[in-house]
């Protein structure tokens, strides 16, 4: 059975940098078939999509916050990680991380998040 | 972006109704829609996707439809289980958006 783990501070200071993991057990973070992503949640609002790595390293990032997103992924420890630069309150969220499955064919696949990590709580204050 | 607009924002139903969420996209998303629960403290949990097709495992009284900007899930028979946040989602463009989260309480 395929488990997703979170892993990181759980208070970061604004303007600092957020720095989150996700380790992956069950299963083979280079399998070809999947996208490996972050989504957050903002206490008492909906979900926001922030990123997504391949195996490969390539990355997608949600326009709204690429300035600040370096999403990256090690297969020796079959893991993912996010990195958020310059943080403010607005980033106080729930943080997951998720796999993608691509369903269909072609340059650009609809998908959806099949498995989920537990999430993790990243406070924004001084 | 896509803005993906559910309602209602929350129902409150009894154990054995019949409950109908809607999400409603800013523009076409063809079938590219999926639905997710989410219970309090938890991940949210893959339902549909493909706006219709049930994910393995999930019971059968989850069902979902539509196509171009309009879609329902529908709980035919709810049980205690499923009282939880429902959000769908788009996969038709980057980034990927979600509605806002329709809670179904108990009444």
């Known amino acids: 059975q395929l488990q997703l783990q979170e892993s990181g501070p759980g208070l970061v200071k604004p303007s600092e940098t957020l720095s989150l993991t996700c380790a992956v057990s069950?299963?083979?973070?280079?399998?070809?078939?999947?996208?490996w992503d972050w989504i957050r949640q903002p206490p008492g609002k909906g979900l926001e999509w922030i990123g997504s790595?391949?195996?490969?390293?390539?990355?997608y990032y949600n326009p709204s916050l690429k300035s600040r997103v370096t999403i990256s992924v090690d297969t020796s420890k079959n893991q993912f990680s996010l990195k958020l630069s310059s943080v403010t309150a607005a980033d106080t969220a729930v943080y997951y991380c998720?796999?993608?499955?691509?369903?269909?064919?072609?340059?650009?696949?609809?998908?959806?998040?099949?498995?989920w990590g537990q999430g993790t709580l990243v406070t924004v204050s001084s | 972006d896509i803005q993906m607009t559910q309602s209602p924002s929350s129902l409150s139903a009894s154990v054995g109704d019949r409950v109908t969420i809607t999400c409603r996209a800013s523009?076409?998303?063809?079938?590219?829609l999926n639905w997710y629960q989410q219970k309090a403290g938890k991940a949210p949990k893959l339902l549909i996707y493909?706006?219709?097709s049930l994910q393995s495992g999930v019971p059968s009284r989850f069902s979902g439809s539509g196509s171009g900007t309009d879609f329902t899930l529908t709980i035919s028979s709810l049980q205690p289980e499923d009282f939880a946040t429902y959000h769908c989602?788009?996969?038709?463009?980057?980034?990927?958006?979600f509605g806002q989260g329709t809670k179904v309480e108990i009444k």
């Open positions: 493909a706006a219709s």
């Open positions: 069950g299963g083979s973070i280079s399998n070809t078939n999947y996208y």
């Open positions: 790595v391949y195996y490969s390293g390539s990355t």
């Open positions: 998720a796999r993608r499955f691509p369903y269909g064919s072609g340059s650009y696949s609809p998908y959806y998040f099949d498995y």
């Open positions: 989602q788009q996969s038709f463009s980057i980034p990927g958006t």
């Open positions: 523009q076409s998303i063809d079938k590219y």
